[in-house]
């Protein structure tokens, strides 16, 4: 066969202006069934003379069609210049633009649709196509937030499949956990998933330094179940995770379904509790823009006295329950401080809002970091960039302080680290930001819990006369709060205690048990002699 009347190379994420499908008279109708008559010819013809003359007879029924879509008024003029441009004969060039109707004569879709996208994130595009970017995203649906090109290769993908069709992309596993990725997920989860591959620990692309993952899906509902592999390499498979359609429906975090059953069980668990996106009382926002960073760079002092003046901090100067202001430099901007501050009215002038939110009390939340590390402050600090700060507009101190001590719990970490671990980086540092922290649950009955409050106070009290100061009981005793607070199992807990770092409490189910009784009816945790 003639397969040159079977291959196109085009721009698939450009389309013409108007569908063509809806120009359907009866004259169009007879010149396209002429056009399907001539390529199948073409395809089938067995002479370079037969193959001539139907390939200049589809050229002038393409110059007749598109002359009547032109009349028909479903053809502007610059489209008719668009498609009157590209000649499907021509191997040595690529069409600007793609529309499968005029292009294949098809209307319903591909029954096959595989895709191997171009590498390009947002910022490489807002730098060197920035055009290109801002006409994609008001094509595509899904080109939401800070997304990158493989989220609109996707959308069109899925598109322009049949309804019974499958298609199959390889795609960043950015698509996993990634915050800009949720607009095209919940466009997949409207049809089928079939599998995702996870090749993040294999070196796919010798040129392309990402982390990529396969799917596989379909329009059309074909199971009722979904594998998640891992791959060891390019062939052989790690572990491969079966899951029913009822459990993926009830946690939207992919990431999860890569891990053993048990884990996933034990997520959907701590899903059922509010998100802080969801209680209202909670504000979760960034700190300092970029652009805002800046500004604030030439206005740092590095003294010890500030009166009216704010202290700053930024992730490396964040641990669990403290600031290591004054005790670690600081590292800002090519900068190193040990007693960074900045002076009221010099904020004032960068952000009124800034300044608000500095003065206000909140948490403070290291962003890049091996776990979750929280600080509580009472209007003395400025939060570097990076960092994420979460206020609280009804409840006051107490209720911040109880969420103080949930972050910073082994639970808290376990469950968002498993939830984003796609986003993950070298060492198993996550970068936190407003989305994962957004995706922290907080039980009801913790908010005014006087149990957690007062032992957060105490770590926190603790670590003001020295930041070096052991409190790893009360740290303990809090984790077993948070344990009860979201009513895990003692098995669910050996899941956690297990996997984060500290090591894992050495205590047996009979004894968890009791422990669990004597709270629910005293109120009362466990003394230190007993851990």
Sequence with gaps: PNLEARFVAANTLIGLGKDLSLANTHNVQCIKDKLAEANHRIFNAKTMRTKRKWREKVKELRKDLSDELIKTGMLSNDDATLIASWDMFDQNTSSNFFDSEWMFGLSNGFDVVIGNPPYIDSETMTATMPKMREK??????????????????????????????TYSFIVPNKLIGADYSETIKEKITTGCIIEIRDYSRVKVF?????????????????????????????????????INKLTFSRCPYWDVYFRDEKI????????????????????????????????????????????????????????????????????????????????????????????????????????????????????ATLAGKSTIIITNSKDGKNSLISLLGILNSKLTSFCLFTMFHSLKMAGGFLNVNKSIISSATMPINAINSEILIKLVKSITSEKQKASEKDTTFLEQQIDILVYLLYGLTYEEIMIVENTEDGGPLSITKATYTTWLERYKDKGVLPSEEEM
Excluded at 349 to 373: D, F, P, V, Y
Aim: aromatic content about 8%; glycine content about 6%; some cysteine.
């Design 264 to 379: 996933v069980a034990l997520i959907v668990k701590y899903l059922t509790h509010p998100s802080l996106k969801d209680v209202k009382n909670y504000i979760v926002n960034t700190s300092a823009t970029v652009a805002e960073a800046y500004k604030i760079k030439p206005v740092i002092r590095d003294l010890c006295q500030f009166h009216d003046s704010l202290k700053i901090i930024n992730t490396g100067t964040i641990d669990p329950y403290c600031s290591l202001w004054g005790i670690k430099p600081m590292q800002y901007i090519k900068g190193r401080y040990q007693h960074p501050i900045i002076s009221e009215i010099d904020l004032r002038q960068i952000s009124i809002n800034r300044l608000t939110q500095a003065k206000s009390n909140k948490i403070i939340i290291a962003g890049m970091s091996g776990r979750i590390e929280a600080l509580y402050d009472e209007g």
């Design 206 to 242: 010798a040129e392309v330094n990402v982390y990529p993952c396969t799917i596989v899906g379909s329009k059309k509902e074909q199971s009722e179940k979904i594998a998640f592999t891992t791959m060891q390499d390019k062939i052989n498979i790690h572990s491969i995770k079966v």
């Design 136 to 165: 994609y995203a008001k094509l595509f649906k899904c080109a939401k937030g800070n997304w990158d090109m493989f989220i609109v290769f996707l959308e069109k993908g899925i598109d322009l499949c049949a309804i019974s069709g």
